[in-house]
């Protein structure tokens, strides 16, 4: 029988240590312990430089490195003891046990006077986790750019519980009512306390997808693509192919990975969206062979993903700047080579679900001085759906940040520029 808490510090180890994703480790969970450890792992990333700084405060030497995994059953069962219903004696005897297990002794014992003082100061500790940024030093790093106010804001949202966003296919209002669900302004669904996904009305009949506000955002941008050739360079896992479809596009639908891929046609076949065109290949092989001529292009390029945090809190700690640097290198690449496969005349659409301003605002800058057959469309509200002006940049651009307040409870970090191709 998997220990649930054993188990969730593994993981939490693993995320932290090797920089993997936590729904890539999903599937080490079983079923019935799955709200448990989900919620455990979660409170954990998001919380994680308040519970080191706590947990460092009790210790007069670091733990061992071989006995490394204490460390993370420790500060499970911190964050468990403070911000989780569990009764605390559960929580000690069960993590003592499992210290004692895993590593030993002496550090079982050591865990058990550890623990009972953070109960004994569960009031005083709660006060001074509020006052430490859930923010590393390596990540406030990736927020060169932004003001202290923004960062400070960006800050907050970390503990902000993500919404489930949906984007219909038909009837917007008439799917909203069955499911109880706000219609935001650019006509995205979101229920705040949703079931699973497939238990909701419509799931199988293919009437809508998940997909964050912020992500339905670029394709909106576009404007009006029916009857046109558009190909969607990054597609999977098919948000966007799905939307471009809806409005009536001829797509193509790129990714490296055959797997993923299997996963967009699986998605595209239950929405009733079966005439896309795909093709498992590495998109700059793709663009240097220019096959085909194009009207439009949906770059959604390969990046950090840190704009992403409130639903995946691990990128916190397994993302730094050079990571963006990195990515910033392959987008600049994937964006010199598009002019291959596009027609003159046509839609360059470029988003990243990044927050950084070195995969967005300066990667777009940099390329826009070295190619002049290249202009910045403007992005208006009306493009969006009618959101506040406050996500439009001076240039036209797209900007959104996750404690936006036009949506209650915000929405994922992107950048979206529009542009078209004059020569």
Known sequence: MINPRLNSAKII?????EKVFFGDLKKQIPEKDLPFCN???LTVLRRLTALRQILHGFLNKKIPNKHRLAEYLLISAIAEILYMQTAEYAVINETVKNIRNTCDKFLGGLANAVLRKVCAQKKELLQTAEKISPLPDSFVELLAGYEAAQVRQI???VMQQPPLDITAKGDVAALAQKMKADVLPNGSLRLYDAPKVQQLPEYNAGAWWVQDVAASLPVLAMGDVAGKKVIDLCAAPGGKTAQLCAKGADVTALDISEARLETLRQN???????????????????????????DAILLDAPCSATGTFRR???????????????QAALQKELLELCENVLKVGGILLYSVCSISQIEGERQIDAFLQTHQNYKIVPITAADIGAWHDALILKNGTVRTLPYYAGAQKGMDSFFICKMQRII
């Open 155 to 157: 800050s907050a949202s």
């Open 39 to 41: 919620m455990l792992i």
């Open 268 to 294: 595209m076949q239950r929405l009733g969206f079966d005439k896309v065109k795909t093709q498992a290949i590495d998109a700059l092989e793709y663009l240097r062979s220019a096959p085909a001529q194009f």
């Open 312 to 326: 995946h809190p691990e990128v916190l700690h397994i993302k730094n700047r050079q990571d963006a640097v990195e």
């Open 13 to 17: 180890q693993k995320i932290l240590e």
